[in-house]
């Protein structure tokens, strides 16, 4: 006796019982992604905007580059879940997206060396690190750190 074999009006139990986690991870994803992306736009248009206070690292600017990534992804889970089929993979645009990542991320290590000296350049100050991981917060004046 198998107990994969078990099925119901032609599905399996086990594809009924996850195909709300795999829309529930689909649906973090979307949502993880766009925070992604405002955190990122928003570190980048304080920087344009020369704001008082600009948060900037390579890990902020390259949240926009992999997003696409992320969205495609999301939208392949969420596909699955709802037709319950499995989806074929658009090879040429998942490619274009991971090397969009790829030259994203060079991009923003060397836009943040920018960033760095452009606001150093025009007088801000860097504030005290609050952890390793955190990204660099520069300031106009020290008292707002």
Request: glycine share 6%.
């Amino acid at each position: 006796m198998q107990i994969n074999s078990l099925t119901l009006g032609g599905d399996s139990v086990v594809d009924d019982v996850t195909r709300p986690f795999y829309g529930a991870f689909a649906v973090l994803l979307l949502c993880l992604a766009c925070g992604a992306c405002w955190f990122s736009l928003s570190g980048y248009l304080a920087f344009f905007r020369l704001s008082d206070i600009v948060e900037f690292s390579w890990k902020v600017g390259v949240m926009i580059f992999f997003a696409p990534l992320i969205f495609y992804f999301s939208y392949m889970i969420f596909y699955v879940s709802i037709k319950n089929k499995p989806i074929r993979v658009n090879s040429k645009l998942a490619n274009s997206l991971v090397v969009l990542a790829m030259i994203g991320a060079v991009i923003s290590l060397f836009f943040s060396f920018y960033v760095s000296y452009s606001l150093k350049e025009n007088g801000y100050k860097t504030c005290p690190s609050k952890s390793w991981n955190a990204p660099t917060e520069y300031v106009r004046d020290m008292k707002l750190c």
